[in-house]
C-alpha cells in the first residue's frame, strides 16, 4: 500500500474536492464566530477553531478506517444517508450566508452552538467554547464525504486489516490539511483585516457553494431541474437524431449484440467518457463502468438512480450492470455527490440501431 501516493492524492485531488463541502462547513463555522468577535490582531481565536475542526476530523477518519477494515462494507452509509448529510451541509452554508448578510433575523439561530450540558464536561471559558462547535463538525464529517474520501474507504475495505485501514485514512486525510487550513485561517485573518466587505465576499461564496452542493443532490436524483438537465435544454447541447431517417440511428458508443445494447463507460479522474450515449426503449443495455488507471476522483463512486444503480469502484475495476429502459427520456448519471455527470437519452422504439 502506497501511502505516500494516498497523501498526495489527499494534498491535490481530494483537497480540492472535498473542499467544495467540508471546507464550506468549515468557512461557515469560522465565519460565524467572526460576527461575534470584534478584536484587532490574530491569535488563538483564529486558529485554534481551524485546528479543533481539523484534528477531530482526522481522528474521526481514522477511527472509520480502523472499522472500514474490520467490518468492510457494513458500515457503509447508504446513498440515501449520504445525500441527508449533503443537503443539511447546503443549508448550514446557505443559512450562515444570510445570517452575514443581514437579510432576516431567523437565520442567527441557525448558527449551531453545541448543547448545553455539554460544556460541564469543559473549562467554562472562551477557548473551550471556541474549540468546541468545530470539534464537533470535524467529527461529523465521515458523513459528508466527498467522492475521494469514498474511494479511499474502498481501499481501507480491501485491505482486510484495521491497521491499513486506518493509515489509509489517515494519509489522505493529513493530505487535505493544507487546503482546508488555508480556508479556515484565510476565513478568520481576512475577516479581521476587511471585515466588512470580506463577510459580504465570504457570503456569496458559501451561497455559491451550498447552490452547488443542492444542485449535486438534483443531479445524482436524476431531477429535471438540475443544472446538467436544465441547461442542455435551454442551448440545445444534446447529440440531434435525424427523425427522418426512421430504420437508422448510430450511436459510435453503443453496440447490439445478440439483441442487448453495450456500453462502456470509461471512469477517469476527470469524469466519464462518453458523457453522452442514446439507447432504445424496451430493449436491454448491459453497462459497463471501467477504470482504466489511478482514479481516485468523486467519479469512482458511480451512481445511475433511476436503474437503482450505485458502485463505489476500486482505481482499477470493472463493474458491469444490466438494465431494460422501458421510457423515452433523459437520464442522468453521476458521482455520489453529482459534481461529475453524463446523460443516457432513452429514444422510442420506432427507431432502431446499427451496431457499430
Request: with cysteine.
Amino acid at each position: 500500500m502506497n501511502y505516500w501516493l494516498i497523501f498526495l492524492t489527499g494534498l491535490t485531488t481530494g483537497g480540492f474536492t472535498c473542499a467544495a463541502m467540508q471546507g464550506g462547513l468549515l468557512a461557515s463555522l469560522v465565519a460565524n464566530q467572526k460576527i461575534t468577535q470584534v478584536k484587532k490582531g490574530f491569535g488563538i481565536d483564529d486558529w485554534a477553531p481551524v485546528a479543533s475542526f481539523l484534528t477531530a476530523k482526522l481522528i474521526a477518519h481514522i477511527v472509520l478506517g480502523f472499522l472500514l477494515g474490520l467490518l468492510g462494507s457494513v458500515v457503509e452509509l447508504s446513498l440515501a444517508m449520504r445525500l441527508i448529510f449533503q443537503a443539511f451541509a447546503a443549508f448550514f452554508m446557505f443559512s450562515t450566508a444570510m445570517n452575514l448578510l443581514e437579510v432576516h433575523p431567523i437565520f442567527r439561530y441557525v448558527c449551531l452552538t453545541p448543547p448545553k450540558f455539554i460544556y460541564k464536561f469543559i473549562k467554562r471559558d472562551r477557548v473551550g467554547s471556541t474549540l468546541l462547535a468545530p470539534g464537533i463538525f470535524g467529527l461529523l464529517t465521515v458523513f459528508i464525504p466527498c467522492g475521494v474520501t469514498q474511494a479511499m474507504a474502498v481501499l481501507a475495505i480491501n485491505s482486510g486489516s484495521w491497521l491499513q485501514g486506518g493509515l489509509i485514512m489517515g494519509s489522505f486525510v493529513l493530505g487535505t490539511i493544507p487546503m482546508f487550513g488555508l480556508i479556515g485561517i484565510g476565513t478568520a485573518r481576512f475577516s479581521e483585516l476587511w471585515r466588512h466587505d470580506f463577510l459580504a465576499v465570504a457570503a456569496i461564496v458559501l451561497i455559491f457553494m451550498s447552490l452547488q452542493s443542492a444542485n449535486g443532490i438534483l443531479t445524482v436524483l436524476n431531477s429535471p431541474y438540475s443544472l446538467g438537465r436544465i441547461g442542455p435544454k435551454i442551448v440545445h447541447l444534446l447529440p440531434p437524431y435525424d427523425k427522418t431517417d426512421s430504420k437508422q440511428i448510430v450511436d459510435p458508443n453503443v453496440t447490439l449484440e445478440n439483441g442487448v445494447q453495450k456500453v462502456t463507460l470509461s471512469i477517469e479522474n476527470s469524469g466519464y467518457t462518453p458523457k453522452y450515449f442514446r439507447v432504445k426503449s424496451g430493449m436491454p443495455v448491459e453497462l459497463t463502468l471501467a477504470t482504466n488507471g489511478e482514479v481516485y476522483s468523486c467519479a469512482t463512486a458511480f451512481t445511475f438512480k433511476a436503474f437503482d444503480i450505485y458502485d463505489v469502484l476500486k482505481p482499477v475495476d470493472t463493474k458491469v450492470h444490466k438494465f431494460t429502459p422501458d421510457k423515452k427520456g433523459v437520464y442522468t448519471f453521476s458521482c455520489s455527490m453529482g459534481m461529475y455527470s453524463g446523460t443516457m437519452e432513452v429514444i422510442c422504439q420506432k427507431y432502431f440501431f446499427v451496431p457499430v
